[in-house]
């Protein structure tokens, strides 16, 4: 399965939103209803972090300015409102079938 | 708290061999799918292998099949990469992660080990 996220570079303004996007070859339906795909995010010198699992629901401790969304091949991050510490590159990641990443979205302050 | 450290990253020449090594802690590894994952120095995130619980069913990335072997020990808590015909290539660091979200809705990253094949 093909990950295609875009952009590949999103400079924001602190306070503003900020949206990714993320595109799977295949749909990631499993047979249970539930969608495989998660999103990480690597702040610079770290190791990822995860978001969002399941494609809507936030990992313990994510702030809730952290949504996921979307079905079948297309899905969608987004940060209501980015704060510097949000700087980083984000990942989806499909869990279907094995494992695949996106190429990742660097996300910086303007 | 949960802890993964991976180890065994050096430098190796191009044909080389190493054993990288991850040891949990705070976490009982046997219950998950375990993975690799590796980043090529300014690149993204690679997956390479990963592992059923108990070690019946192994999946790798094509350009490793056949070179790299993924294992583990659930008693001692801990999984392996044998990298064998190791490439200029596949110079990165390595991480050791339990990334079986749908499970438990937690995810798991070690710090990773850098590995360097270079003549």
């Known amino acids: 399965i093909v990950m295609t996220q875009s952009p590949l570079s999103l400079p924001v303004t602190p306070g503003e939103p900020a949206s990714i996007s993320c595109r799977s070859s295949q749909s990631l339906l499993h047979s249970n209803g539930k969608y495989y795909l998660d999103w990480y995010v690597q702040k610079p010198g770290k190791s990822p972090q995860l978001l969002i699992y399941?494609?809507?629901n936030r990992a313990s401790g994510v702030p809730d300015r952290f949504s996921g969304s979307g079905s079948g091949t297309d899905f969608t991050l987004k940060i209501s409102r980015v704060e510097a510490e949000d700087v980083g590159v984000y990942y989806c990641?499909?869990?279907?079938?094995?494992?695949?990443f996106g190429q990742g979205t660097r996300v910086e302050i303007k | 708290e949960v802890q993964l450290v991976e180890s065994g990253g050096d430098l190796v020449q191009p044909g080389g061999s190493l054993r990288l090594s991850c040891v949990a802690s705070g976490f009982t590894l046997s219950s998950d799918w375990m993975s690799w994952v590796r980043q090529a120095p300014g690149k993204g995130l690679e997956w390479v292998a990963c592992i059923k619980h108990d070690s019946s069913e192994k999946y790798y990335m094509d350009s490793v099949k056949g070179r790299f072997t993924i294992s583990r020990d659930n008693a001692k808590n801990s999984l392996y990469l044998q990298m064998d015909d190791l490439r200029v290539e596949d110079t990165a660091v390595y991480y050791c992660?339990?990334?079986?979200?749908?499970?438990?809705?937690?995810?798991?990253w070690g710090p990773g080990t850098l590995v360097t094949v270079s003549s």
């Open positions: 992660a339990a990334l079986d979200t749908a499970r438990g809705g937690s995810a798991y």
């Open positions: 399941l494609g809507s």
């Open positions: 990641m499909q869990a279907l079938k094995t494992r695949t």
